[in-house]
């Protein structure tokens, strides 16, 4: 069973939770159970989801500016990320070019 724990600070972190029971003569005397932390479990799910949306992306976007603002939306579901460019550089040639953003003098 996977649970939303509550740390004394409040955060919050999820957890596995395995109980069994402790018996005595065939009676239920008591419960024995371990919580994980699985948070480190669930950051690589959604990290590797985050990179399958985005090849998936790569294929299903008839541009490059809508794939550039798709991979813009779904890492900000990972992280924030106030100041998100990308940048290219050709081989043989040591000048880079930043096609997104494309709003440089409105973005914030």
Known sequence: ?????????GSVFPATIHCAPILDEGRVVGMRGLLVDISELHEAEMVQTAI????????????????????????LELMPIGNFYIALIE????HLSFPYPSCWSSCP
């Open 91 to 94: 081989e043989g040639i040591e």
């Open 1 to 9: 069973m996977t649970l939303s724990i509550v740390r004394q600070d």
């Open 52 to 75: 399958l949306r985005i090849a998936q992306g790569a294929i299903a976007h008839s541009s490059l500016t809508e794939l550039y603002q798709s991979i813009h939306s779904i890492l």
